[in-house]
């Protein structure tokens, strides 16, 4: 998504056409499968869910904070360089696309890259919620609980948020399918970068809290990230590289570094 006029379009759209998200759909996990691990312990998994009226597929890096650091990388060819490539040349094993980006590629909202503030905070419906690395702590919190300070070493802001408090988020957009990127915790050390085929946003939230599509937890807390020709996710995983590479061009990356 890149451009700042279609995101202002895209939620007056949602608010128009958006339902909330609870109770709409019932997923069913048809199939799941692990694809490979990573170094540092964490798991590349795929999903299969149906209803009675159309299927997803999901693929998640799952992983727990503990075993690695949270790493934005913002590229220096804006545009150009490809998720794949970006992520390994910065040393990640893993990671997805990032946040939402003008048509020139100037970011739109909060990006810190290794503590270097790339773009500032900015206040925006869409722009819900951070994703972030303080000290050693990965934390998703709502833009106006966000506290920046020196010790916020990575950061992207994002949104909209998907699932609160293990919930879906209320008033999530049920009529634009796209594909979409996702990051989302438990709240407790699990933490997964999620790639889903063409849904939208509040499919999206029910099937993060579908039973075992996860493994043995589910989110209580997930940010949208920048989604449709922008979703991609690569993985350095054994025994087989997983790459879902993205459609378009893309400013910046979210990727795991082993500790």
Known sequence: MKCLASLVLLLQAASLASVAAAGNAVWNVTETAD???????????????????????????????????LRVVDSDSPGRTKL??????????AGVNGGYFHEDFRPVGLVIENGVEIHPFE????????LA???????????????????????????PMLVEAGH???GLN??????????ATDGRGQWALIYLTSVTLAEAAEILLTPGVLGNWKPVTAL??????????????????????????????VGIVPR
Not at 42 to 63: H, M, Y
Not at 84 to 93: D, P
Not at 123 to 129: H, I, P
């Open 174 to 183: 049920a009529v634009r399918s796209a594909r979409r990127t996702i990051a």
């Open 35 to 69: 694809l490979g691990t990573l170094p540092g312990g964490g798991i590349v998994r795929r999903a299969e869910l149906a209803t009675p009226q159309t299927t997803a597929k999901l693929t998640a890096i799952v992983f727990q904070s503990k075993a690695y650091s």
């Open 123 to 130: 206040r925006a419906g869409l722009l819900a919620g951070i």
């Open 84 to 93: 794949a490539a970006s992520l390994q040349a910065a040393g990640c094993v």
């Open 224 to 253: 949208n990230l920048d989604g449709g020709s922008s979703s991609g996710l690569w993985a350095a995983s054994d025994p087989t590289e997983i790459s879902l590479p993205e459609f378009g061009q893309v400013r910046n990356f």
């Open 133 to 159: 690395l303080r000290g050693k702590q990965w934390e998703i919190v709502r833009s106006a609980a966000f506290k920046n300070s020196p010790d916020v070493k990575q950061a992207v802001q994002c949104g």
């Open 168 to 170: 879906p988020t209320a």
